[in-house]
């Protein structure tokens, strides 16, 4: 028999109370011995048991793993032990500050940074004025506060923020976060305090400021004079100083830091200049988890490491927040936050947060305890910038509402300048300020609300208007009687009228145009987290007003993915057709299932599933929830599991009227359900097994013998090929199970995965599961026992995989974690060849419609549906040089370094050539040849009239050198080549005679043959374009094009454009090829070199690769003036090559990247595609939030 524990009285201390927690959490989960527990956690039975035994608190990683294994939550338990152990205050000294940074008291533990200080501290003496730069994050707080200020100790430097009053008399004056005199006050305060600061005749002073501000400080003259004569620079640790950073606090209180820890965060800090409070919150909880006196790589790598600590902490303490705290959590973090030209942090006043709601000081007081803000007298602040960028959740806050921030911070502020000025009726809103501000109170709804301080502004400023209203009436009385002798103004008036109108005319345009670029900023900020608004949004600009911008913006939308988008509440289970058929998505608020039904263009809200089994309260707050749904492979029957132990089947055949048939016990609330491929076995997850029931007849379901699991189980999948089912469990483990006959297991495949593995089938009735490292998933033949492990699958970048599944064909596969985005990869070469963006967490993803869609569902409750369809390749294994289609659209050819790529519009890629390709190439006008370039100076020629089988016909090349342009003439008989050697070769492809032309001097950069005429244009390396004839190849005109790249003829052969080096785009006459000439001054636009040209099909738009990775279009309606219709922002990286599809109707692009990109031409058809496929239109919430102050009118109805 066990010894019991000994009694522990919870009412002792914290540290009893919490093992009295523990004890009762493990008798809920049914008194587990610590035996079984320990089989669970990897820990000692010694161990868990002196968790529990109330002695002392027991380290975060056993106290978070005893509360896992016995079913409680991670986040919770996490924070409850932090809140535990902040609250006991051990003897132990913490050696880090976290994102805090170092105060004066803390310069013992300060190190790193000895030869700033003594340098920084010798400027300071010789200089009045010393201004330190240096990036957010690079510790310019604690150098002042630990490292100057002690080194000047004799002197008392006095450290303020400029929300700090400046001290009458100080012999050093330290401004810290000098930014905030920028992002938190006006010009004229502004201008004020700097005026004071600059004028202190006997005081040193010493401004700390970020260094993406160094420009605005310049633009005061006593600031660019001290940034001219005396400035430090505070960049990232060199690897001496970061290792002394390390361990030297460490060795201060007694500890030391494991070899590899240090060498850890010396690869991984290396270089960054604002990782330093990342790093110190890393460490901070790194010693919180220390076992011992050593700091050790694993306490590091539990804490999350530099990427990973804060945004563990800041999701802990939010999940340990009840529902309604986690709904006042962004409102107040959005609270201390200023928006300008970038997202900083700002002090507000704690009380004013406070009075907004009556739960925010509790609120406020866990943040605090968390460290992610700094509660420093009646102030309270984000602990540090860091936490702009490294926790997603707030990014993801301050993306959604960055209109109501800068609403807020408008009323705010003067709310602030009023009480400053203790309540002075002149600070209050009048006029227009005044109406502005009660607009800007429309953006806020929903998002934040105001204090007591803002209501009290905005009223006062209400009631003062109104008094002036008042008087203003009194006065036009008075003076009506003087209308009459005013008759005659009016009858000169009239006369300005058409001026007025005008003139107002004028004013609405620019007023549209003003809007329509603000939205077009809004949707380029949105395309990388919610394309679907954005793409809504871009059509809203659009009519707003035509500009380029808006058309590019609009345009760029048809290059993203783009899903129909369903709202909804957040869903806990999908199930979803392969083959197109309906698609089911539960509700998590009140337990009921949606059916779709799926077209070409999206979804279809077709039923409802919403009736509750006998017995059960049908209010919302007590409705079962739906935790798992499975479709039967003939998409007719529905199983729909929830947290009451059933499973309920439904006939779904047609989803418009779903029909129930029967229903099925399982062993506790249902974690997942699976049909297996008959469709004739059911399999229900629960507590401890998988029961297996016969649905042939669904009416009357038969229960099969079932499968024992170790531990609850989290995942389930039967085998594509039948007979064998897969689970994975919370202990971290996957079975294999045989159901041919008796059950049997194949493999229990071992993980280190908290929870449970994630398994999915391929179609070959390979099994994936997600092994050890969060961003690796491995292939196992489960054919026959034992399973054999293929290659680990990885390539995600660190990103955690929580779902994946195959594509029918299995082909592809998608895969979705925690950073926000679903990846397509190529199940040929594990890459990912297609990303599609969200806004919040991805909860399921899985294809649809025969692979040709995927369907998603994520934690902002939206359904979202994206179509697969239209996609054009994506990417190339290697720079891409040419891209080229057949004449009739329907095959594109991608030349790349080292292989070409031959696609179909109606089918997956045909075929890859491998072989020393340059990236030069071309197709023959009926697709039936393919020529391609090589780097040694071959020019190899494909027959394509079995495109799936390309056979070479030909090797023509001569060359020696590598081949940088190849061109088939317009019927297909000629073939021209040029490249390294400085020649030009034409081949007579029905003789095989070839005509050589020679440039004076430097190598062939692109050659255009001339439609409906005799001519070849050749862009050289010698700044020339020379025009040579179609059969002789003589040279018939010389033209002087600058740095040329790329020379391209127009379709009606009038008209010669060429680019190169210069940005500049000239147009030549050539219609007497004799005799060309500019038909107008070059266009400028392109801040790089234009790599290649290509004219739209019916010649009234030029498109232009450019080395910055953008596509610039231009219409050349008048050839003399072309006007930019549109800039597409492909990548960072140098496009090599764009054209147009022969219908004009779409442009494609590709160069350094591998990606080819692509987007249609036409903004109505656009506009039609998006409103066509948005799924639910823009709501009013998302309105407001993105166009404050405009009429709500969603662009698709």
């Known amino acids: 028999m066990p010894r019991p524990q000994r009694p522990v009285d919870p009412a002792d201390g914290a540290v009893q109370e919490f093992a009295v927690a523990l004890r009762e959490l493990r008798a809920r989960a049914g008194g587990p011995t610590y035996r079984s527990l320990a089989e669970r956690t990897g820990l000692s039975v010694s161990t868990l048991a002196d968790a529990a035994g109330g002695r002392r608190l027991p380290t975060f990683a056993v106290a978070v793993a005893y509360a896992v294994a ?154 660019a004079e001290a940034l001219r004569a005396n400035q430090v620079l505070v960049g990232p640790m060199s690897e001496d100083e970061l290792r002394d950073a390390l361990t030297r606090p460490a060795a201060a209180v007694g500890l030391s830091v494991e070899r590899a820890l240090v060498a850890t965060v010396l690869q991984e800090a290396r270089g960054r200049a604002g990782v330093l409070p990342l790093l110190s919150h890393a460490m901070l909880e790194t010693w919180r988890r220390r076992r011992g006196t050593v700091l050790t790589l694993a306490c590091f790598e539990a804490a999350g490491g530099i990427d990973g600590a804060v945004v563990r902490t800041a999701e802990d303490a939010y999940a340990a927040l009840d529902p309604a705290q986690r709904e006042l959590a962004p409102e107040l973090l959005l609270r201390m936050l200023s928006i300008d030209e970038s997202v900083t942090r700002r002090r507000v006043d704690l009380a004013d947060v406070r009075s907004v709601d009556p739960g925010a000081g509790v609120v406020i007081d866990r943040l605090a305890d968390a460290r992610l803000v700094t509660v420093d007298g009646g102030t309270v602040e984000l602990a540090h910038d860091a936490m702009l960028t490294a926790w997603p959740r707030l990014r993801s806050w301050i993306d959604d509402h960055r209109d109501a921030v800068r609403a807020h911070r408008k009323i705010s502020e003067a709310a602030r300048i009023w009480v400053e000025s203790e309540r002075d009726p002149s600070a209050l809103a009048s006029g227009g300020r005044l109406a502005l501000m009660k607009a800007h109170t429309s953006v806020l709804s929903g998002v934040l609300r105001l204090s007591q301080v803002e209501k009290d502004f905005l009223r006062h400023s209400d009631a003062q208007a109104w008094q002036a209203a008042r008087a203003a009436r009194r006065r036009t009385v008075r003076q009506r009687v003087l209308v009459a002798s005013s008759v005659v103004a ?48 871009a059509v809203v600009g659009y009519r707003t007003a035509s500009t380029s911008d808006t058309r590019s913006t609009l345009l760029e939308t048809s290059s993203d993915p783009v899903p129909a988008r369903y709202l909804g509440a957040a869903s806990t ?59 039967s492979p003939n998409d007719e029957l529905l199983a729909v599991g929830d947290s009451t132990s059933t499973v309920t089947l439904w006939d779904v055949s047609d989803p418009r009227h779903p029909a129930r048939l029967g229903s099925v016990g399982g062993a506790g609330p249902v974690e997942r359900v699976a049909i297996d491929p008959t469709g004739a076995e059911l399999a229900v997850a629960g507590a401890d097994r998988v029961k297996r029931w016969a649905v042939e007849d669904p009416r009357v379901p038969r229960e099969l013998p079932s499968v ?39 493999a229990a495949l071992a993980t280190r995965d908290r929870p449970a593995p994630m398994v999915s089938y391929a179609p070959d009735g390979q099994l994936l599961v997600r092994p050890e490292n969060e961003d690796t998933v491995r292939l196992w033949d489960v054919s026959s026992a034992p399973p054999r492990p293929g290659k680990p699958l990885s390539g995600l970048g660190g990103v955690r995989i929580t779902t994946a599944a195959f594509s029918p064909d299995g082909r592809h596969l998608v895969a979705s974690g925690a950073d926000s985005t679903v990846y397509v990869l190529d199940t040929g070469t594990w890459t990912v060849v297609r990303t599609l963006p969200h806004p919040d967490i991805v909860t399921r993803a899985v294809f649809t419609s025969n692979g040709g869609a995927i369907v998603t569902t994520a934690t902002d409750g939206a359904l979202r549906w994206w179509s697969l369809r239209d996609a054009v390749p994506t990417r190339a294994p290697a720079q891409i040089g040419d891209l080229h289609y057949s004449a009739d659209g329907t095959r594109l050819a991608v030349f790349a370094e080292g292989e070409v790529a031959l696609w179909d519009r ?135 094009a600058g740095s040329v790249h790329s020379a391209v003829f127009s379709p009606d052969g009038t008209l010669l454009a060429s680019g190169g080096a210069d940005g500049l785009l000239r147009l030549w006459d050539v219609s007497d090829a004799g005799a060309p000439h500019l038909v107008g001054p070059p266009a400028t636009g392109p801040a790089g070199r234009v790599q290649e040209l290509s004219f739209h099909p019916r010649g009234r738009m030029l498109a232009a690769s450019v080395i910055d990775g953008t596509v610039w279009m231009w219409h050349i309606h008048d050839p003399a003036h072309p006007t930019v219709a549109a800039v597409l922002a492909a990548s960072g990286s140098p496009l090599d090559s764009a054209v147009f599809r022969p219908a004009g109707d779409m442009l494609v692009a590709g160069g350094a990247d591998r990606v080819v990109h692509s987007w249609h031409t036409e903004e109505e058809a656009v506009v039609e595609s998006v409103c066509a496929g948005v799924g639910d239109p823009i709501t009013r919430r998302e309105w407001q939030n993105h166009l404050s102050g405009v009429p709500y009118d969603p662009p698709c109805r």
């Open 70 to 223: 016995c079913g409680g939550d991670e986040h919770e338990w996490a924070a409850r032990w932090r809140t535990v152990a902040e609250g006991e205050a051990t003897p132990d000294r913490a050696p880090y500050r976290g994102m805090a940074g170092f105060r004066g008291q803390d310069a013992d533990l300060f190190f790193g940074r000895e030869h700033l200080v003594a340098e920084l501290a010798g400027r300071v003496r010789e200089h009045p004025v010393t201004v330190v730069l240096g990036a957010s994050g690079a510790g310019k707080s604690s150098l002042l506060a630990a490292g100057l200020a002690p080194a000047l100790k004799s002197v008392r430097p006095v450290i303020v923020t400029p929300a700090d009053s400046l001290p009458a008399k100080a012999k050093v004056l330290v401004v810290d976060q000098f930014e905030e005199l920028f992002t938190q006050h006006g010009d004229a305060e502004r201008d004020r305090y700097l005026d004071a600061l600059l004028a202190r005749r006997d005081t040193h002073v010493v401004l700390a400021v970020r260094a993406d501000y160094y420009g605005r400080c310049a633009e005061h003259p006593g600031l």
């Open 490 to 537: 009016v009858v000169v008036a009239a006369l300005f009228a058409a001026v007025a109108d005008e003139a107002r005319t004028d004013a609405d345009a620019a007023r549209d145009t003003a809007l329509s670029q603000r939205i077009a900023a809004t949707v380029q900020s949105l395309r990388l987290t919610d394309p679907a608004l954005a793409a809504q949004l």
């Open 573 to 631: 289970a999908l199930a979803a057709s392969p083959h197109g058929g309906p698609i089911a998505v539960s509700d998590a608020t009140n337990g009921s299932v949606t059916l779709f039904t799926q077209s070409r263009h999206g979804l279809t809200r077709a039923g409802a599933i919403t009736s509750m089994p006998a017995g059960i309260d049908r209010s919302v707050s007590s409705a079962p929830k739906v935790y798992a749904l499975a479709l």
């Open 708 to 746: 024992r699991s170790p531990a609850r189980v989290r995942s389930l999948e039967y085998s594509p090929l039948g007979g064998q089912l897969a689970f994975g469990t919370d202990r971290g483990t996957a079975h294999v199970w045989s159901l041919a006959g008796t059950p049997v297991e194949l």
């Open 906 to 1040: 109606g089918l997956p890629q045909l075929t890859r050539l491998a072989g020393a390709f340059s990236g030069a190439g071309d197709l023959s006008g009926d697709g039936q040849l393919l020529a391609a370039g090589t780097a040694d100076g071959d020019v190899l020629l494909y027959d394509l009239t079995d495109p799936v089988h390309p056979r070479l016909v030909d090797s023509l090349g001569v060359v020696g050198r590598k081949v940088d342009a190849v061109a088939f003439d317009e019927d297909g008989t000629r073939l021209a080549a040029g490249g390294e050697d400085a020649a030009v070769r034409v081949w007579d492809l029905a003789s095989r005679e070839v005509s050589v032309f020679r440039t004076p001097s430097d190598a062939v950069l692109d050659l255009s043959w001339q439609h409906h005429g005799g001519h070849l244009a050749v862009a050289s390396a010698d700044d020339h374009v020379y025009l040579l004839d179609r059969t002789t190849t003589r040279e018939v005109a010389r033209l002087d």
